[in-house]
Structure formats: C-alpha cells, structure tokens
C-alpha cells in the first residue's frame, strides 16, 4: 500500500515538474507583448509609460522612437508616475523628448499620476504640454547622494578590506570606510553643479526667472495646484483629459484612440523571480548614485 502511494507521489511530482519545465521552455522562447489593438476613427495617440524609479532610459526611448516614426501615429502622450531616479536616465528621456517635440512633427502631451517629481519633473518638462491632477505631487527640484558606511559593522566582525589606488578620491563612497572631508567636498562640487543643470532647465523650459527657480529648487514637493501657480505645469487634468487635448492639437476632432507600445522582452529567470528589484539591485551596486528624487 505504502509502495503505490509513493509511486503515484512520485508520477504527480513528475507531472508538475514536467509542467513547469514546459511553460519556462514556452517562456524562454516566446516575448510578452503589452498593449491591447484599439479600432477606431480618431487621431492614433501613442501611449509611452513613464512608472517608477528611473534607472534605466532605454526602453522608453526606445517607445518613443518608434511612435515619432510611425506615420500612423498622430499624437504622443507620456503618462508620467516616478518619483524620479538616476540623473542620466532622467536626462535622456527628458532630450528624447525634446528632440522629437522640436521636430515640430507630432504633438506631445505630459500627463503626470500621481507622483511625478524630481525626475519625473525633468522628464515632462520635454514636452508641449504638461498636465497634471490637482493632488498630483511633483517638484522636488533637486538632487540627491547617498551610500552606506559599513566601516563600524566590519570592524565588529573582525573584517578589513585593503585599497590600493591611485589617488586619494578613488574610493570616494567606498562603504568600507568613512568619508573624509575631502570626499564631501568633492561630492559636494558635483552635486551643486547637477543642481544648477536642474535649475537651468526648469528656467529654460518654463519661461521662469532663474532666481525665482532657485528659490522653489530646495527640493520641496508641491501639489498639482500648486505647480500650476507656480507655471510648472501648463493645465489641471487627468490622464482622460490629457488624451483628449493630444487628439485635439492633431486638428482631428474624433474621439483619440489610445496605442500602447508592443515591447518585446527577452525571458529572464532572475527578473521573473525578482522583479523590477533585479535591476534596482544591479544599479545599486555601483555606488555612488546620483539620484533625482
């Protein structure tokens, strides 16, 4: 009795585990695509997603590339909810942008969620128009730098860890060791310089005085009614009103048919076990980080 039991615990275990093996080949071979077929009369509006922390630039550019050459496409409407993240990222989305709405060729709409600060700021100000709902948060001008100093916890467990470099800030940032003041100076020289390329650009893109943006660019976050009194942003709305001034800055006045992006993914088992945390987990190996958030 006890001999069959096993057998047929051992034939379900066999099954499962072929099922599994089965839907990772299927996986591995295959790529996901996002975004529903959507018919309709109206002006085609592409949809490029901006969410989360913004480590990485090339999937979004890569989106709205591929909306500004497509002919089918009228309008592109960038739906913004981070709270910002590397300055590079956030820098290259912001000039693609720029680009393509300079080009004069299609319209480009900046609908922010429900944060879209700091980054998420930079990014929208490279478009048309920016729109945003009254409780949206954003602002936070400003940039950040932080690491982690192990040098207390490694000592307790006995641990050291010997440098050889070739100049006294080489391992500036290191967590193996505590930063001397020639370390907070140097930091300190890039971090204002980033803050001032911010600063410039909200002025620049905005219309504003610069002194006036130096003076909200203390990395305070603002509600959308008040970036609107401010003129960081050009309009009070949701994503629904947003769609449909893109649709109408086409000159079609037709109900706008939303088009997501297709993207193709390649399968990884590291980033279906963890998630977007496998990406934030690599980029947060390369220490330091300056961040816009």
Not at 124 to 152: F, H, K, Q, R, W
Request: glycine residues 10%; aromatic residues 6%.
């Amino acid at each position: 009795m006890s001999g069959s039991r096993y057998d047929r615990s051992m034939r379900w275990m066999l099954w499962l585990t072929g099922i599994f093996l089965l839907v990772l080949v299927i996986s591995m071979f295959s790529r996901r695509r996002s975004g529903p077929l959507i018919i309709g009369k109206g002006p085609r509006i592409g949809i490029v997603e901006v969410k989360g922390l913004l480590l990485d630039s090339e999937k979004v550019v890569r989106q709205l590339e591929r909306f500004n050459r497509r002919k089918d496409i009228d309008a592109i409407l960038v739906r913004v909810d981070s709270p910002g993240g590397t300055v590079a990222a956030s820098q290259e989305i912001y000039e693609k942008l720029r680009r393509i709405r300079d080009d004069g060729h299609k319209p480009i709409i900046a609908s922010m969620g429900t944060v879209a600060a700091s980054g998420g700021l930079m990014v929208a100000l490279g478009a048309d128009t920016i729109m945003a709902n009254s409780g949206t948060v954003t602002g936070s001008i400003g940039v950040i730098l932080d690491y982690p100093v192990a040098e207390d916890l490694l000592s307790k467990i006995g641990v050291t860890v010997e440098v050889i470099k070739s100049g006294a800030l080489k391992d500036a940032g290191s967590p193996y060791r505590a930063s001397t003041a020639e370390d907070r100076r140097s930091f300190q020289i890039v971090i204002d310089d980033l803050h001032e390329q911010f600063t410039e650009l909200v002025a620049r893109e905005r219309g504003l005085p610069l002194e006036a943006v130096r003076k909200m660019a203390t990395g305070q976050v603002f509600t959308g009614r008040q970036a609107l009194e401010l003129e960081l942003i050009d309009l009070l709305g949701g994503y629904e009103d947003a769609l449909n001034l893109a649709g109408v800055l086409t000159g079609n006045l037709e109900r706008p048919v939303p088009v997501k992006a297709l993207e193709r993914e390649r399968f990884s088992l590291r980033k279906l076990l963890l998630g977007d945390y496998a990406t934030w987990n690599e980029t947060m190996l390369v220490l330091p980080q300056y961040r816009m958030r």
